[in-house]
């Protein structure tokens, strides 16, 4: 038999736990949530550990020097995505951002992405939109004022409004149904399902019913952006847009393929693909960043007078929150800093696959790994974080950790090729709502719950929320002026 090039025997694979026949390491996946399993299981067997999870052969980061090595250092061969069965038929083929294969296609998306979508100027751009949405929600929160609301049931909408109006120039009128759509696939998506790990056994898919599942909801949301798409067009042909400096992310991409020149046209399958990205990785992301961050003042009622202090004090005399106010909230910055460190919204990152045999610290990974980076166990490593599950965001004082993995002990957003492109947009998403929500209103938790007992059970899924909805009664701040 020819034998491929391929591994170098004296090498061995990163250590890891026992494995069982045909399903390797999968049993030891059940029972809890996937980041706290696997920082468990690193804790025994290394920072570099190997799983075999089905077929698909897994290595497990689990600390800052470890993620280097892979992120930064062999960042190229660690710059692929595995094939994730619903997302791929969702995604048109993996034809977006996120999904797709590090190669041309995808630097030149990327490059749409950076430097059309996303960019500083754009995202300012959509400041009205935030400010309308934000202080709509305002409103109708001064209106309960006095009794339980459910806050995250409010910020999650608020977002994908905000999400909206900057993808399509207004809240579809299918908004709701398109949110729930994105929802159900994220959840579809997670990675962890049977059928990702036994890709050669296609017919997988289809016995656990998640290519029939997907498919269902690729017809959905497909039908949704075509219409919005179809009236774009239609707008741009009679020329009824809005300001340039005010176009909406579908326009951009429709004059982009309009222009053409590239080297992949952009058909609309890709703009749908670039635009389902903005709302799966944005949505739920933001919100359940905004969620996180009251909870955790509500348990530290010092940080939440210190936030609250800072932005009334900052916006004194002005009665709201401008965007150039946010600039000078640098306390609301920590907080929001320490809250994507226990609660990064994505705990293990999106994964990575190997292109190439690669050598890490004496160990053997061969190509097409999957490699999971556990950013949240990273973020609580109490090598590098003294009282590590502490909520304290003025550890970050004097600290050069920034949003764009510099530092690799802090990595919400990723790091290195495939970092997330979209920290100005959600930054821009969490720190508004925040601002204005400690701006505008005292919080007190329900039922006289002490502010210690806060539940804050987290949920199975690929975004970390909180299990269940943040309930707090809010009440409407009195008149500045008599303060
Ligand atoms: C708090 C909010 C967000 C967090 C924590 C977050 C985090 C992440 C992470 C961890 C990755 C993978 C990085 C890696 O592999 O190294 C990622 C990728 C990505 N994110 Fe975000 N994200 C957020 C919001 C957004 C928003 C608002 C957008 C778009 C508007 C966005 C668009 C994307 C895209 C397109 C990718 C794929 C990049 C690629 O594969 O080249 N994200 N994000």
New binding site residues.
């Given amino acids: 038999v020819k034998k491929m090039k391929t591994i170098d025997s004296t090498k061995k694979l990163p250590p890891g736990p026992w494995k069982l026949p045909f399903i390797g390491n999968l049993h030891q996946l059940v029972g809890s949530l996937p980041h706290r399993i696997l920082r468990d299981l690193a804790n025994q067997h290394g920072p570099l550990m190997h799983l075999q999870l089905g077929e698909i052969s897994t290595i497990v980061v689990s600390s800052a020097e470890i993620a280097k090595e892979v992120?930064i250092t062999h960042g190229i061969i660690f710059a692929d995505?595995p094939y994730v069965a619903a997302l791929d038929i969702l995604t048109y083929g993996s034809r977006?951002?996120?999904?797709?294969h590090y190669g041309n296609y995808?630097r030149q998306i990327?490059k749409i992405?950076t430097v059309e979508?996303?960019t500083a100027k754009r995202v300012q751009s959509f400041e009205s939109f935030r400010q309308e949405e934000v202080s709509a929600l305002v409103k109708s929160i001064s209106s309960n004022q006095g009794s339980p609301i459910n806050l995250s049931k409010k910020i999650f909408s608020l977002t994908y409004r905000i999400?909206s109006r900057?993808a399509f120039g207004n809240v579809c009128n299918d908004h709701e149904l398109y949110s729930s759509v994105v929802d159900e696939i994220v959840k579809l998506g997670s990675g962890f399902r049977v059928a990702d790990m036994y890709p050669s056994f296609r017919v997988l898919e289809r016995i656990s019913g998640l290519r029939q599942k997907a498919e269902a909801l690729l017809q959905k949301s497909d039908k949704i952006l075509q219409d919005i798409i179809n009236e774009h067009r239609a707008g741009l042909e009679s020329e009824i847009i809005g300001e340039e400096a005010k176009e909406d992310l579908v326009t951009v991409l429709l004059k982009i393929q309009q222009l053409g020149g590239l080297e992949f046209p952009l058909t609309d399958k890709e703009i749908k693909a670039?635009i389902w990205?903005?709302?799966?990785?944005?949505?739920e992301?933001?919100s359940?960043?905004v969620d996180w961050a009251m909870s955790e003042m509500m348990r530290n009622p010092r940080v939440l007078k210190k936030a609250q202090n800072e932005v009334r004090q900052v916006c004194h005399g002005k009665g709201d929150v401008d965007e150039a106010s946010i600039k000078e909230l640098k306390y609301l910055a920590l907080v929001i800093k320490e809250t994507?460190r226990l609660h990064?919204?994505?705990p293990l990152?999106?994964?990575?696959e190997s292109r190439e045999n690669c050598e890490i610290n004496g160990y053997q990974i061969p190509s097409k790994t999957k490699v999971i980076?556990n950013?949240w166990a990273i973020g609580r490593d109490p090598k590098h974080w003294s009282e590590a599950e502490t909520f304290y965001p003025e550890r970050f004082l004097n600290s050069s950790s920034d949003f764009k993995?510099t530092d690799l002990e802090y990595?919400?957003?990723?790091?290195?090729?495939?970092?997330?492109?979209?920290?100005l947009?959600?930054?821009s998403?969490?720190e508004l709502p925040l601002a204005k929500l400690l701006y505008h209103f005292d919080w007190e938790l329900p039922n006289g719950t002490r502010h210690e007992d806060l539940d804050m059970t987290e949920d199975f899924g690929v975004t970390m929320s909180r299990k269940d909805d943040l309930i707090l009664i809010p009440t409407n701040r009195i008149n500045e002026s008599t303060e």
């Fill in positions: 992120m995505r977006d951002i996120a999904m797709a995808w990327r992405c979508l996303l999400t900057a670039i990205d903005i709302f799966g990785g944005g949505g992301t933001s359940t960043s994507l990064p919204p994505f990152l999106l994964p990575r980076i950013a993995g990595i919400p957003f990723g790091a290195g090729r495939r970092i997330c492109p979209g920290i947009f959600a930054l998403n969490i």
